[in-house]
């Protein structure tokens, strides 16, 4: 049964972060400086298990969740992430499984992810010139081993394999040429994401964002492109394919082109806090009912009237914040 929001966006997805800790430190999401040593990150008695997820993922699905995004932190430091794909691939109703990650354990665990129904992958990865990825990530690990992640991923058949590349201006945009011939023909679909203001723990200033005309532009100038269509509903990247046949790129534009009109997704926390926007201060929390002997019925309540409130709209409103107002991490959400 479809359910719709203030200004009737249906739910249609959900993204699920499975942990709040991740193997690198890329300063836009989880800078050292703040998450460093000291950072106390969840308990593992805190995070949802498997079993929960399962459970709720399942009442979603009857709000009429279609797809579900498995996110972090970096997911597949969770262990025995397969044995909840295939929990989740087992509900009648889900049509589409998908991953994001940063692919460093990926080449080891793509088949079995596939095997378990998984569906499809997303990779980030914001440099393929090894200098630039080591400062980006804040991580002696090398850029190979995200591309081999890539590689065996293909080889999965976990199709299409995105890999989406978040730009800042005078860190990493002089890499999206490079990127663009590193990754056409090979059946990659590559995704640029501007710089948003997710969270408060990265110092985000507008002069680093590189917006999606840009992009676009300085894409054409090597290899014309032609658009594809306008996203559907609840599809947040733009598309163009390569007029040579050899791909396509999209961006996500939120900044400069705000899509929250349009926007039909929900985050689940890793410990069970559902989150409406992914610049939402505060998150429903799901766990202690559900631990508490909630029924199936009763957790469906509790999202249904949640969403039928939401208002959300940050982008379209970011001239507006006031600039203090709390915010959830991304690296807590998944992005």
Same mark, same amino acid.
């Given at each position: 049964?479809?359910?719709?929001?203030?200004?009737? #966006?249906?739910?249609?997805?959900?993204?699920? *972060? !499975?942990?709040? #800790?991740?193997?690198?430190?890329?300063?836009?999401?989880?800078?050292?400086?703040?998450?460093?040593?000291?950072?106390?990150?969840?308990?593992? *008695?805190? /995070?949802?298990?498997?079993?929960?997820?399962?459970?709720?993922?399942?009442?979603?699905?009857?709000? @009429? +969740? %279609?797809? /579900?995004?498995?996110?972090? %932190?970096?997911? &597949?430091?969770?262990?025995?992430?397969?044995?909840?794909?295939?929990?989740?691939?087992?509900?009648?109703?889900?049509?589409? &499984?998908?991953?994001?990650?940063?692919?460093?354990?990926?080449?080891?665990?793509?088949?079995?992810?596939?095997?378990?129904?998984?569906? #499809?992958?997303?990779?980030?990865?914001?440099?393929?010139?090894?200098?630039?990825?080591?400062?980006?990530?804040?991580?002696?690990?090398?850029?190979?081993?995200?591309?081999?992640? $890539?590689?065996?991923?293909?080889?999965? =058949?976990?199709?299409?394999?995105?890999?989406?590349?978040?730009?800042?201006? @005078?860190?990493?945009?002089?890499?999206?040429?490079?990127?663009?011939?590193?990754?056409?023909?090979?059946? !990659?679909?590559?995704?640029?994401?501007?710089?948003?203001?997710?969270?408060?723990?990265?110092?985000?200033?507008?002069?680093? /964002?590189?917006?999606?005309?840009?992009?676009?532009?300085?894409?054409?100038?090597?290899?014309?492109?032609?658009?594809?269509?306008?996203?559907?509903?609840?599809? /947040?990247?733009?598309?163009?394919?390569?007029?040579?046949?050899?791909?396509?790129?999209? !961006? $996500?534009? *939120? !900044?400069?082109?705000?899509?929250?009109?349009?926007?039909?997704?929900?985050?689940?926390?890793?410990?069970?806090?559902?989150?409406?926007?992914?610049?939402?201060?505060?998150?429903?929390?799901?766990?202690?009912?559900?631990?508490? @002997?909630?029924?199936?019925?009763? &957790?469906?309540?509790?999202?249904?009237?949640?969403?039928?409130?939401?208002?959300?709209?940050?982008?379209?409103?970011?001239?507006?914040?006031?600039?203090?107002?709390?915010? +959830?991490?991304?690296?807590?959400? =998944?992005?």
């Amino acid at each position: 049964m479809a359910t719709f929001d203030q200004l009737s #966006r249906p739910l249609r997805d959900l993204r699920v *972060s !499975v942990t709040d #800790r991740c193997n690198f430190r890329c300063r836009y999401c989880m800078p050292r400086e703040v998450f460093g040593r000291e950072y106390r990150f969840l308990d593992r *008695s805190e /995070v949802l298990t498997y079993e929960e997820i399962e459970r709720l993922v399942r009442i979603f699905v009857g709000l @009429g +969740v %279609g797809k /579900v995004r498995l996110t972090g %932190g970096e997911p &597949l430091i969770r262990r025995d992430l397969p044995v909840l794909v295939e929990r989740l691939a087992a509900i009648d109703g889900l049509d589409d &499984l998908t991953l994001t990650t940063n692919g460093v354990l990926l080449a080891d665990r793509a088949a079995a992810l596939e095997a378990a129904g998984l569906d #499809r992958v997303t990779i980030s990865l914001d440099s393929i010139e090894p200098a630039s990825f080591r400062l980006i990530s804040d991580s002696s690990i090398p850029v190979e081993r995200v591309l081999e992640g $890539i590689d065996a991923a293909l080889a999965a =058949g976990l199709a299409p394999v995105k890999v989406n590349v978040v730009l800042r201006r @005078g860190i990493n945009d002089d890499q999206i040429l490079p990127m663009v011939r590193r990754f056409r023909g090979s059946g !990659v679909v590559l995704r640029f994401i501007e710089y948003m203001d997710a969270g408060r723990s990265h110092g985000w200033e507008l002069e680093q /964002v590189v917006p999606a005309e840009e992009i676009i532009a300085r894409i054409d100038q090597e290899f014309p492109l032609e658009a594809i269509e306008e996203p559907e509903l609840g599809r /947040v990247a733009r598309r163009w394919r390569m007029k040579d046949g050899a791909g396509e790129v999209g !961006v $996500i534009a *939120s !900044v400069s082109q705000p899509f929250c009109r349009g926007c039909t997704r929900a985050r689940l926390s890793p410990e069970g806090r559902l989150y409406l926007c992914l610049f939402a201060g505060t998150g429903l929390d799901l766990r202690s009912p559900l631990r508490q @002997g909630a029924s199936d019925e009763r &957790l469906e309540a509790l999202v249904r009237r949640c969403w039928a409130v939401r208002s959300d709209r940050y982008s379209e409103l970011r001239s507006q914040d006031g600039g203090d107002e709390p915010r +959830v991490e991304m690296s807590h959400i =998944g992005g």
